[in-house]
């Protein structure tokens, strides 16, 4: 199968998508006035919008695209996927959200430097979030390679590598130009948009089947040949003692890697007030868990309308399953509408982790480290808008080098990285008094370090046999095998040597600021303090 549809009518649809934001882009621009603007939307947008937002930041093209491919093959394995992405945020609503907003004023380093050592904790803050910035990057591009290859029908490397680019350029426009305000604009009208689509794709999907789901369940088992494996649990977590781990280390990665990553941590600052961000989450956990719901469907629909055999050879792969199920239930129209809703998915993530991963640059390590504060705003928001276009540069790399990855795989990743070497920073500056700076560098650097390198020798880079169906290896680098930690996701392992890390690296070091500590205490939890600084 080379392409589905007509690929005039999904370029067109694609470019109103893409016309349409960048306008509101352009409108939301002309109001970015100080530094607050551009990081933080100015603080101006209600709880409901932002509750958008996130849900516009989060659901990216793993919960579209691969948890529906995920649920298309493997079946209830699939979509535990989503129970993990749903759970996490009880992790940030009942931990993090108003602490966190209480306390920083644009990044996750304004928090864990607040009572420690500013310049080398800013400096580790902000390594760990281009770290994680980065691995969430490559899902993402890699998935717009995928999406927009079954668009066009293109089937070489060549054709996706120019897409990728492609994605990488507006991303960049986006944030340049819009900065926070535009980012959330767009994040907000994605997240409409996605619910929406998804909705109608639902309901057409339960009324094909009676609205009954058992029978659409029973219908994908009868495509798939019989496979009742698809209805049960460790249909591919179970063959091995090492693939039962592997998905403890998953869930584990999933639950806690939420409350880690910065650029959801971001989007706290937002909203004027920490009721206002605890009323963010509220709503995000009632949107994101509806489309979990709906991704099940999907899922299932996919795998009974479309059959696994096809969504595996259709470019882009496991990826496919959701355009190639609206191409199969309302031909052209519904395949380039869906599909432009997916790629304002990807937009939309891509331009909240280029904002916040340049935010952090500039902001933590730029104006805090090398300039010691002491600098202009107009200056810090130059450098960000530098920083975006090289980390714009290296998200197009490193998504053709992960092309044709299953992306709900590759952002498990990036959760075991964000729970390995962030969390365990984040709760031990909110909430144990004893915490220095030493245990925040030793849980940092270490929790990065263990979780990447046992991703780099980890089966998913190297050394996983040819699979017959589609003549590649699953891992992402081809024909070697330097691997030597058995599981696919480091989560296991990093996730524990992060906080004991922290602990050994604060009971090493006789540093404590008492006075620090206490401020702290009352402006995470009452807030005192914050709504001086956003007047700066």
Do not use: C
Not at 351 to 375: C, E, P, R, W
């Amino acid at each position: 199968m080379t392409d589905i549809g007509n690929p005039a009518v999904n370029i067109t649809i694609f470019a109103v998508f893409v016309i349409a934001t960048l306008f509101i882009v352009l409108r939301v621009s002309k109001t970015n006035k100080t530094a607050a603007d551009y990081y933080a939307g100015g603080r101006a947008f209600t709880g409901q919008q932002n509750g958008l937002a996130i849900s516009g930041d989060y659901l990216s093209a793993a919960s579209f695209l691969g948890i529906a491919g995920a649920v298309a093959i493997y079946g209830y394995d699939g979509f535990l996927y989503s129970i993990g992405f749903l759970v996490a945020w009880l992790v940030a609503l009942l931990l993090v959200a108003e602490q966190l907003r209480n306390t920083g004023r644009f990044t996750m380093a304004d928090v864990v430097s607040y009572r420690l050592r500013q310049r080398p904790v800013r400096t580790a803050a902000s390594t760990t979030t281009l770290a994680v910035s980065f691995f969430y990057l490559l899902a993402q591009m890699a998935g717009a390679g995928g999406l927009v290859a079954l668009l066009l029908g293109i089937d070489g490397q060549g054709g996706q590598r120019v897409v990728i680019g492609v994605v990488g350029a507006i991303m960049v426009f986006y944030v340049l130009v819009g900065g926070m305000k535009g980012t959330t604009w767009v994040q907000i009208i994605k997240a409409v948009l996605l619910v929406a689509g998804t909705a109608v794709m639902t309901v057409w999907v339960m009324a094909k089947h009676n609205f009954n789901l058992s029978a659409l369940m029973g219908a994908a088992v009868d495509r798939a040949g019989g496979l009742e494996e698809l209805l049960e649990p460790m249909n591919r977590y179970g063959a091995s003692g090492t693939s039962k781990l592997d998905f403890i280390s998953l869930a584990v990665a999933l639950v806690l890697g939420t409350a880690g990553l910065p650029h959801v941590l971001m989007r706290f600052y937002t909203v004027p007030s920490a009721k206002e961000a605890r009323h963010s989450v509220t709503w995000a956990i009632a949107i994101i868990g509806l489309f979990y719901l709906f991704s099940l469907v999907l899922g299932y629909g996919a795998g009974a309308l479309v059959g696994s055999e096809e969504i595996l050879n259709a470019p882009g792969g496991v990826n496919s399953a959701a355009p190639l199920l609206a191409y199969e239930l309302g031909g052209t129209l519904l395949l380039g509408i869906i599909a432009a809703v997916a790629f304002a998915t990807i937009l939309a993530v891509v331009a909240g982790l280029t904002i916040t991963a340049s935010a952090s640059f500039a902001h933590d390590i730029y104006a805090n480290v090398i300039k010691k504060g002491q600098m202009r705003a107009n200056d810090e928001v130059r450098v960000a808008r530098i920083t975006a276009v090289v980390i714009g540069a290296v998200a197009i790399g490193g998504g053709i080098v992960a092309a044709n990855q299953n992306i709900a795989f590759l952002v498990a990743l990036a959760f075991a990285v964000a729970a390995s070497a962030n969390l365990p920073v984040i709760l031990y500056s909110l909430f144990w008094k004893r915490f220095n700076t030493s245990g925040a560098l030793w849980s940092m650097y270490g929790g990065l370090l263990t979780a990447v390198t046992l991703i780099v020798f980890s089966p998913a880079v190297s050394g996983k046999p040819v699979d017959p169906a589609t003549g590649r290896s699953p891992s992402m680098i081809q024909g070697v095998d330097f691997h030597w930690y058995p599981l696919d996701n480091p989560g296991l392992v990093s996730i524990p040597a992060g906080f004991f890390l922290g602990w050994l690296g604060t009971r090493l070091s006789k540093e404590f600021n008492q006075a620090k500590y206490a401020e702290m205490e009352v402006r995470s939890l009452t807030g005192a303090g914050a709504e001086k600084e956003v007047q700066h």
